[in-house]
């Protein structure tokens, strides 16, 4: 180790004394030129000079900005600056980048070949510890944070270009970091060695003051500045779930004034407060669930309160998305799952007087009316013992249902009550509570649409709805839907229903249901009959995926079966290479969520199963029979209580 680095050092002596021999001949050399540059307060015959040397010019600098990169003996900077002075913009860019990209090569090749000696070799305190920024916040961040030092003056390319090579990248991303990643540090240098030879004396001086000022203050403190980025806590998902922010006051407002802008008058919303804007926090703000704009629905009117809601784990597997909740004052929350971590936040919110968003259905409704509530959502109001808030949505559905890709042009309503004081809640038994926030949040949009008649405005408004509608009542056929524009048409009986714009079936069959929310009750009356039958059994080919450790949403793990009994769900087939049978018991699965043409899914083992069937119109269908089988568990489990 010693000799590695005595050689370093006679190399790094050696090719200073090469630099300052040329350096001395070069004056020599351009002693006249100079000094008619001076007469004339010009460059160009400095310029002109070095043009002269032809190939000889562009060698000579690639060579020095090669063998700087190899020895790490001075940074980049003043290099890159004569390059521009000598050979002009172009030829100094290109001189330069032909050096460095020879010099990330070799040093590439002998981090592979001589790995431990070069080590040595290269050896930098402060920048030892960047292996760990990989590992830690992933390639991605470690490649900026690479491109990031190339603008830190004090370090030489050479240092920089062995940490990248260090980290076991492949070559084609190497190349494209250290070297395409030099390029606006160098381009920024040549610029100023521009600005250097076309401007006056004093101009220039004053530049390069500022420039050897600005290099001072980041070698004195860019040990600071790399310890920031690299201390900066890696934003997964235990990030996510450890601590819940107060929504961020800037990106809150341009997401409350965007909404306010474009959606709710595409939607005609209409808000009533009814006075509860008044209402001091801490409280619990609920909301029902009909539709994917709920949370700008139920929260966006009380601004300029900020209110922290509690988000479905689901949302935050893709952490670009996570960052901008969490930034939102959002935290992750296992559905219908025990989660200490939300539990925490929950209590924090509360704690620091703010104000606990929460959808208390815990998934977005199908049909329009309200889903069953979360369980022991009674005992958190109970527990938390503040007034609750009820922001009641009516229409959303109509507008963007769950089935859709597009938004209607209709009406919504929200009106905001408060349903629960602080003392009610102190002398209301957990039952109680539960009774009424069922009374209070029930909610069916085609009741309400019965009594408004709103025309909703759409294109093809039936299309997406054979997702939905899977069983005919004609037939009773599945799967046997397809759609166009308006138009649903079964494959099997031929029956054809016309969807119009009051959100009502039309057809010459008695046998269609009036409206989308008869359709989806009838295919839970049929399920519920199927599942009576203690040998029932549906299951489907699924390809199964688990969230992402990168962050980048979910990546599939395996394939096998999915089968559903009145005892549970259980998967049998692969994960991660392994062959394995995962049971879901039916107490622990009181929905199955699902979405529209994607997946079903199951939280469990303090992950997300997310299974993509092989025939994916089978979605919807689990859930309505995974709702079915655990409201028989319940019935029976209520018959053994009395």
């Known amino acids: 180790m010693k000799n590695i680095k005595r050689i370093k050092k006679i190399l790094s002596y050696f090719f200073l004394l090469i630099i300052l021999i040329g350096f001395v001949l070069l004056v020599l050399e351009f002693r006249d030129v100079i000094k008619e540059a001076i ?94 920024v990989a590992s830690e916040h992933g390639q991605k961040f470690f490649s900026w944070f690479i491109v990031f030092l190339y603008l830190i003056p004090v370090f030489p390319y050479g240092l920089i270009a062995f940490t990248a090579a260090k980290s076991k990248m492949r070559y084609p991303r190497y190349f494209l970091i250290t070297t395409i990643g030099a390029v606006p540090s160098t381009a920024l240098n040549i610029l100023l060695g521009k600005v250097i030879t076309s ?37 997964n998902m235990a990030y996510f779930q450890r601590k819940v922010r107060r929504p961020g006051a800037f990106l809150y407002s341009i997401v409350y004034f ?44 009380l601004f300029p309160r900020k209110i ?55 998934r977005l409704s199908a049909y329009g009316c309200m889903e069953s509530l979360a369980p022991a959502t009674e005992k958190l109001v109970k527990h938390l013992g503040v007034p609750v808030v009820m922001a009641k949505i009516n229409g959303a559905y109509l507008t963007f249902p769950k089935w859709s890709k597009k938004v209607r042009r209709g009406c919504v309503e929200i009106e905001y009550n408060q349903i629960l004081t602080a003392e009610e809640i102190k002398a209301m038994s957990a ?32 299309e997406g709805l054979e997702h939905l509608l899977y069983l005919c009542p004609v037939c009773n056929q599945e799967f046997t839907f397809s759609t166009k524009g308006n138009i649903l048409t ?27 929310r008869d359709w989806y009750l009838f295919q839970k009356a049929v399920e519920k009959k199927n599942v009576e039958k203690d040998d029932y059994l549906f299951e489907s080919r699924v390809t199964l995926k688990f969230p992402d450790p990168a962050g980048n949403g979910f990546t599939k793990v395996g394939e096998g079966v999915t089968v559903i009994t009145p005892k549970g769900v259980t998967y049998t087939g692969t994960i991660e290479g392994n062959l394995k049978s995962v049971r879901f018991k039916i107490e622990n699965v009181p929905a199955i969520l699902f979405g529209i043409n994607e997946d079903f899914e199951i939280y469990h083992d303090n992950t997300l199963y997310y299974f993509i069937p092989e025939n994916i119109r089978e979605c919807v269908k689990w859930s309505v029979v995974g709702e079915a089988i655990y409201n028989k568990y319940l019935e029976k489990l209520n018959v053994e209580e009395e």
Not at 117 to 126: A, C
Not at 432 to 452: A, C, G, H
Request: with cysteine.
């Open 431 to 462: 039952e109680e509570i539960k009774q009424t926030l069922n009374e209070k949040l029930s909610y069916d949009d085609f009741k309400w649409q019965e009594e408004k008649k709103i025309y909703y405005k759409g294109k093809n408004l039936a």
């Open 258 to 301: 965007v909404l306010r802008l474009f959606l709710f008058p595409k939607v005609k919303a209409k808000v009533r407060l009814n006075g509860v804007d008044k209402i001091e926090p801490p409280y619990l703000l609920i909301y029902n669930h009909p539709s994917k704009f709920d949370f700008a629905y139920a929260l966006l009117p």
């Open 308 to 362: 922290n809601s509690i988000i479905a784990y689901y949302y935050f597997c893709n952490y670009r998305l996570g960052r901008l909740l969490h930034h939102l004052g959002g935290f992750p929350k296992f559905l219908y799952h025990p989660d200490v971590s939300s539990i925490k936040n929950i209590k924090r919110v509360i704690r620091d007087q703010g104000i606990l968003g929460i959808a208390p259905e815990g």
């Open 490 to 516: 079964c494959s099997s009986c031929g029956v054809k229903v016309h969807l119009n714009n009051y959100y009502e079936f039309e057809s010459d069959n008695p046998l269609i249901p009036k409206n989308i």
């Open 39 to 132: 007469n004339t307060g010009s460059w160009k015959p400095i310029t002109d000079k070095f043009a002269s040397y032809g190939f000889w010019g562009i060698f000579f600098v690639s060579l020095t900005q090669t063998f700087a990169i190899l020895l790490t003996v001075i940074p980049g900077t003043p290099i890159q600056i004569i390059a521009a002075i000598s050979l002009g913009q172009v030829w100094g860019f290109i001189a330069c980048m032909i050096g460095i990209f020879l010099g990330n090569l070799t040093i590439y090749i002998l981090s592979r070949k001589i790995s431990s000696k070069s080590e040595v070799f290269y050896e930098n305190k402060d920048l030892n510890d960047l292996e760990k």
């Open 199 to 235: 401007t006056d004396y004093i101009t220039t001086i004053i530049i390069i003051a500022v420039f050897i000022i600005l290099t001072i203050l980041v070698a004195r403190y860019h040990q600071r500045i790399i310890k920031y980025l690299t201390n900066r806590p890696v934003k």
